[in-house]
């Protein structure tokens, strides 16, 4: 079984930054995409950003040379670092990562969701 423990949400004023953090643990063999979605009130779950395992990144328009994702493969961590924030990023930030187990099953895990609200 894999656990994704999240942290780094808060409360910012417009224009700050603040850096999510999301450690997977448990049965891993091997990680391949590791993602940071978003859910506003009222809103569906968006992705935000993605990293392959080979280093590869995909980022949604609206944070593009905004927020950057990494990914630290000895600690199973992947980052989002957001810099000048803006009102509508808020919303509950969910980090999402598949791979293999040691047993060689597939599995995709979602966090548990961490709120990030920016102020005007």
């Known amino acids: 079984q894999v656990q994704l423990v999240e942290s780094g949400g808060g409360l910012v004023q417009a224009g700050g930054s603040l850096r999510l953090s999301c450690a997977a643990s448990?049965?891993?063999?091997?990680?391949?995409?590791m993602g940071w979605y978003r859910q506003a009130p009222g809103k569906q779950r968006e992705l935000v950003a993605v990293?392959?395992?080979?280093?590869?990144?995909n980022y949604a328009d609206s944070v593009k040379g905004r927020f950057t994702i990494s990914r630290d493969n000895a600690k199973n961590t992947v980052y989002l670092q957001m810099n000048s924030l803006k009102p509508e990023d808020t919303a509950v930030y969910y980090c999402?990562?598949?791979?293999?187990?040691?047993?060689?099953?597939?599995?995709?895990?979602w966090g548990q969701g961490t709120l990030v609200t920016v102020s005007s």
């Open positions: 990293i392959t395992s080979g280093g590869s990144t």
């Open positions: 448990g049965s891993i063999f091997s990680i391949n995409a």
């Open positions: 999402n990562v598949d791979g293999s187990s040691f047993d060689y099953r597939y599995f995709e895990v």
